[in-house]
């Protein structure tokens, strides 16, 4: 599946910022398993968003098989640990996002605070220490707000809707600025919504995995509108194929990374409702006014430019989510009847 | 020149923030002309950019007519007193920036942390008291950074070149996000250079301004680059007027406000040398990497919703200009010989 240009990144030292997170976590592996020197930034303190504990973090390093990982100790929002942790790096993987698109709105100047600041500091730094290589992960679902056209392109302007969305806007445009100012190679990845295990039940999952979850468990869910919200959803490791083409890029592109498929919440309902073989009990809420209505990326540029394309479809997918979490002694939670 | 619909502005409360800027200051006069009752939130500390001290603004603020205009002394970058200054308030004018494109790509920290947090601010404390009106100042010459068509219209992509232009953008997007969400009525002028007397001999002055002033003073000026760089120049009576008339709107909307023609440096410095019947001594520098090369903006837009276009060609303007600053008592510290 990894194509011949992915062994430029081979027995470079990568740092990846975020590293402990969901889309992180399957980077690292793929990383190692690649043979890079990997270099994982983590936090200090634990994100407010999660509510994960330092203990539960220091878990979930210790019980992966991350030997030859290098945990440095840092803090994204203050910088401190920063400088340290990009000491002959090559390329830097910026994972981070201390929001969701909903905590976003309750406290945008947080936001902006902790996410954009901290970006531009990163900046800063990199320029200083002379890293020249850096992969973002911004969000193909909200930069763009409401789109005008479906597949919506990269080209398409970007109205969004949530503050997560306008400070990811935001450090675009740093990004592509300290790309044209200063020569340093800017890669950004607009990935739709991203699914797959995750290694600890901690955070906020996505539409997917909370399905999966509360359908084995039996308890009733929530849909925010009638569950006609249409959304492009990619699994987690044709993520990382993406976040690895990227990283061996030579010049600074944007690129959506997404199926090129919509699909409403309902038919997701569906899906996960034959997987698990068991009716879901559905509670449907107010739709919230930042949420947009449908959205799925055009993803040609990136067939093209990054030589990627998805290979799992949603039900294949949702099919290897499954799998995967009923193989866990995580799933062995859902109870008896599964 | 004010048009009908400027009477809607009439008799309301009109705050304007950047009140003693150089924009500011022409606004004032011409909402007190228009009998709004007009209260300015006025800095507590002098912006570090412009050097002014506080009994220079004091100077400033009682030299001027402004009968009846309301200070209000605060901090916009803290949001002190800015709650207050809100109070019974139909329409902001937000004219606020610490910042030149120069000093934000040394400090895209301080930048961030003073302009787009104390934007977000003033938009939560204006959701807070029920103020649904605003008019954002933001930058015809930077959010478009190098521009693909010229003249550039405002569904161009933007893709500033320095921290100036990447904080307009990312504050025009919450505005946009609160219009949409929280039903305030945005109005965004991305004002092209603006040109005109300044009350005060403070701060940074812009090309036509300082070329004046040292032409007539038989100073050496500096150009940045070859002179070739292409700008779209607008007297700040033009620019008034679109401030006036974007006040007066019902409806969230971006504009273009400039003269619709690009002029290089070296056709400006023919200009102002022919009204001050005198050469110039230039100095040429090396040019900035942040400076976009050529830019004027398609005004079509501002004509056709706006019901706007500029009075003045720039030899009529640059006329006014030095008819202006020859009258005035300043004018006379450039000796004996003008």
Aim: charged share 15%; glycine share 10%.
């Amino acid at each position: 599946m990894i194509s011949s240009n992915i062994a430029d990144i081979h027995a470079r030292r990568v740092l990846v910022l975020g590293g402990t997170g969901f889309l992180g976590t399957h980077l690292v592996d793929a990383l190692v398993r690649s043979g890079s020197a990997v270099r994982v930034f983590e936090r200090l303190a634990p994100p407010a968003a999660t509510g994960a504990s330092l203990s539960q973090r220091d878990v979930l390093v210790t019980t992966r098989d991350w030997h030859g990982v290098e945990m440095v100790r840092g803090d994204f929002v203050s910088g401190d640990g920063l400088a340290a942790a990009l000491e002959d790096v090559d390329l830097v993987y910026h994972l981070v996002s201390t929001m969701v698109p909903s905590t976003s709105n309750l406290d945008p100047i947080a936001d902006v605070q902790s996410n954009l600041v901290g970006s531009v500091r990163l900046l800063q730094l990199m320029q200083a220490a002379g890293v020249k290589r850096i992969v973002y992960v911004s969000s193909g679902g909200t930069v763009y707000g409401n789109p005008t056209v479906l597949p919506v392109p990269e080209t398409h302007a970007l109205n969004p809707l949530c503050s997560y969305g306008v400070v990811k806007v935001a450090v675009e445009n740093y990004l592509h600025m300290y790309s044209e100012l200063h020569g340093i190679v800017a890669n950004v990845l607009r990935v739709s919504n991203p699914y797959g295990t995750h290694s600890q039940h901690i955070g906020v999952q996505g539409v997917i995995p909370t399905f999966f979850r509360k359908i084995a468990d039996g308890t009733p869910l929530e849909i925010w509108g009638d569950g006609s919200v249409v959304r492009d959803y990619i699994h987690v490791s044709d993520v990382v194929t993406a976040l690895l083409r990227a990283g061996a890029r030579e010049q600074s592109a944007t690129f959506n990374i997404g199926s090129g498929t919509g699909h409403s919440v309902n038919e997701i309902l569906d899906v996960v409702q034959q997987q698990v073989g068991r009716k879901a009990s559905v509670r449907y809420q107010p739709q919230r006014s930042f949420d947009v209505e449908r959205i799925f990326l055009d993803i040609t540029k990136a067939r093209e430019e990054l030589n990627w394309q998805p290979s799992l479809t949603l039900a294949a997918g949702c099919a290897r989510y499954w799998e995967a979490l009923s193989a866990t002694q995580w799933a062995g939670h859902f109870g008896s009847d599964k």
